[in-house]
């Protein structure tokens, strides 16, 4: 199919998207104003805009009609470090409210290059199938011998059918089933949050191939080279030091020793047996090798080897990238004190193509429920790493009480009754990630408020409770400002797209980029509109859920959170009354009614258009 | 790693002071003319956070010194 250009290039955009739809392989190359691009950027921001535009907050995330958005932004392509990324916007089938993850590497690139800042998948193939975009043409093309197939082996495949030019975002097994928590996968990174691979799998789609030669121009191109040069070379300095020596697993013993590893499914804050999932401890006991994305300089990616050898072939056994929300949701959250099991379950996730966070916290509740009479699972204990391997293969191939779980703790405590719920570790649906919200309780705000569900991704309200002068186990009202601030700054680095562990290095975080936004796009930006563009684009979300079906109960936390302290520090429980007034504060911050409703007016004044869908 | 003090504590710059000491390799990577550099926190007892160096830390207390880009 050829798609017709509608739209005329803009410095560092395309000024136009593709929207295909796999059931009928009609294609449309739609445009997109500029001042919409400046208005919501690229990645997250844009993705949102344009699933707006689509009316898609009203469609089942995994009927026909739902529609799925690869997302580029004006900085991918350039030579800014960290830019290589793209955005996988959709309604999720897990919380029913809008999901947009990030994933990283030559994807991005590839797929900015075959001329669009955005690809929009609608309909329902007839069979298992892949799509291919390649400058202006789009080819739907069944497949066989690739559904069932692991992430990396259906790249691997595809690389070998259609040539190492093409950049494929895959399913695996997980998503083919509609695991309600399914990844998508790229180069070994996961667009992981939210089941977008439910989404593509529901359409009968196992991959996306991208592969173009339409690169955007830049409006000041002499200074945006010199200007990532700077970035560069502050990439390599302290601040950004912890991601090149240990990666994100850092965080594990600091967390541990603050109370606030979750542990258990969220009974304690500390594990005992977290040194031995350390990577100070994994550093001196096994094999270890560092990669990083496409046009990255900092290098976060710790790969770490098995103690064993493959029993078949007594080779060393390849590698893991482990990361810090992998090592708490498959180790201390389910018990799980051996590192081999934890490595095991990551590429166990990796292969099927499963969300870990997601995945360790089904489980982990569920291993409460059977210790608690509760659900007739005998096998599925805490601590044991042979039980979440078969927990998380079953997840994998919806098998068995697999098929429960694959629904996600929310739906599995609504299918086990007995007041469940008050422990299953959820926000909107979206399992909790390694944060201890009784002890981080700022983050507990951030993980109660986020359009996503629980995430720490969207808010890191985490550096409020550790900043100088917090009191991280009492919820200040003020905090909402402070949390709020941190979700700014992500709605703009998801935006722009920029990798968050690049937030250090900037001095002067908005006016920087704004500066580097310019030299790309030659728009005349400053700090204080991107600060509105934050705004825009955080109430844009909410806008979306509301549209989806919000409603203010939903923004709370698990009452575990407000009925139990942690069994391991009697201090850290949480008042629902002190949540419930920082939430509203929060509310006030953005705009908002006390309850979090938006007014039509406020959206106006945003830039958003309120004409399809209202307020109840 | 232990650090001595009088009755009254001791003041965090000379932790920080007696810590170079005892690990040379710190000095670089944590501490700014005997301070801690931007990039890094200290929390006393895990309760409190602080960045001021003439902060006193009570005998029995313990220092904990992490990267300030926590999370990820």
Not at chain 1, 259 to 281: H, I, M
Not at chain 1, 449 to 461: E, K, L, M, T
Not at chain 1, 502 to 513: A, H, K, P
Request: aromatic share 8%; hydrophobic share 35%; charged share 25%.
């Amino acid at each position: 199919m050829t798609v017709e250009d509608t739209s005329e290039s803009a410095f560092g955009n395309h000024g136009r998207y593709l929207r295909i739809d796999v059931g009928s392989s009609a294609t449309r190359s739609e445009p997109i104003d500029e001042q919409e691009l400046r208005k919501f950027l690229g990645g997250s921001g844009l993705g949102t805009y344009l699933l707006l535009r689509e009316n898609a907050a009203e469609i089942d995330p995994l009927a026909p009609e739902a529609i799925l958005a690869f997302v580029f932004s004006p900085l991918v392509g350039s030579p800014l470090t960290t830019s290589a990324k793209f955005a996988v916007v959709s309604k999720s089938p897990l919380t029913n409210r809008l999901n947009d993850s990030l994933a990283s590497s030559r994807f991005a690139l590839a797929g900015k290059k075959t001329g669009y800042d955005a690809i929009l998948i609608t309909g329902k193939a007839a069979r298992p199938s892949v799509v291919l975009v390649t400058d202006d043409q789009v080819r739907v093309e069944p497949v066989d011998g690739l559904w069932g197939r692991s992430c990396p082996d259906t790249e691997q495949l595809l690389r070998q059918r259609y040539g190492p030019d093409f950049q494929a975002a895959v399913i695996g097994p997980a998503g083919e089933k509609q695991v309600r928590y399914a990844t998508i996968s790229h180069d070994g990174r996961h667009a992981g949050r939210g089941g977008s691979g439910a989404v593509l799998g529901s359409k009968n789609i196992k991959a996306v191939l991208v592969q173009g030669s339409q690169r955007t121009t830049w409006s000041q191109p002499g200074q945006l080279v010199e200007r990532a040069k700077e970035l560069s070379e502050k990439s390599f300095g302290p601040a950004t030091a912890k991601y090149r020596e240990l990666g994100t697993a850092a965080n594990l013993l600091l967390l541990n020793r603050l109370n606030a590893l979750p542990t258990r499914n969220f009974r304690q804050g500390s594990f005992d047996e977290a040194v031995e999932l350390s990577p100070e401890k994994m550093n001196v006991t096994r094999d270890k090798t560092r990669a990083s994305c496409a046009a990255c300089t900092i290098g976060c990616e710790h790969i770490y080897g098995l103690s064993t050898k493959d029993a078949a072939t007594g080779e060393k056994r390849q590698g893991t990238r482990l990361e810090y929300e992998n090592l708490f949701a498959l180790g201390s959250l389910c018990g799980i004190g051996d590192a081999d099991y934890v490595l095991k379950a990551s590429r166990l996730c990796d292969e099927l193509g499963l969300d870990t966070i997601s995945a360790g916290g089904t489980i982990a509740f569920a291993m409460e429920c059977v210790e608690r009479g509760l659900w007739d699972v005998p096998w599925l204990q805490f601590g044991d790493g042979e039980a979440l391997l078969k927990a998380i293969t079953w997840i994998g191939q919806r098998q068995d009480v697999g098929d429960s779980m694959a629904e996600g703790s929310r739906r599995l405590a609504e299918e086990i009754g007995h007041d469940t719920m008050r422990f299953a570790p959820q926000v909107k649906g979206l399992e909790i990630p390694g944060y201890e919200p009784r002890a981080l309780q700022t983050m507990g705000l951030g993980f109660a408020v986020a359009s996503r569900g629980a995430d720490h991704n969207r808010s890191s309200a985490y550096e409020i409770d550790i900043a100088e002068g917090s009191q991280r186990h009492h919820l200040q009202p003020d905090a909402a400002t402070g949390a709020a601030e941190t979700e700014n700054r992500a709605a703009i680095m998801d935006s722009l797209i920029l990798c968050k562990f690049l937030r250090g290095v900037f001095e002067n975080f908005y006016q920087e980029s704004a500066e580097m936004l310019e030299m790309v796009t030659g728009w005349k930006v400053n700090a204080e509109e991107l600060k509105e563009t934050a705004q825009r684009i955080v109430t844009a979300r909410k806008w979306f859920n509301i549209r989806a079906g919000w409603q203010p109960a939903e923004d709370t936390l698990p009452d575990r959170f407000f009925s139990e302290s942690l069994a391991d520090d009697d201090r850290a429980r949480m008042s629902r009354a002190d949540l419930q007034e920082s939430i509203r504060a929060y509310y006030r911050h953005r705009g908002w009614s006390d309850d979090g409703w938006i007014q039509e007016d406020h959206l106006q004044r945003l830039g958003i258009d309120p004409s399809q869908g209202q307020n109840p | 790693m232990c650090v001595t003090a009088g009755p009254e504590g001791i003041r965090l710059c000379d932790i920080f002071a007696q810590l170079t000491r005892q690990s040379p390799g710190l000095a670089d990577a944590c501490f700014d003319q005997g301070a801690l550099r931007t990039e890094y926190l200290a929390s006393i007892d895990g309760e409190t956070f602080v960045t001021d160096s003439q902060v006193m830390v009570l005998p029995g207390q313990s220092l904990l010194l992490f990267s300030a880009d926590a999370g990820g």
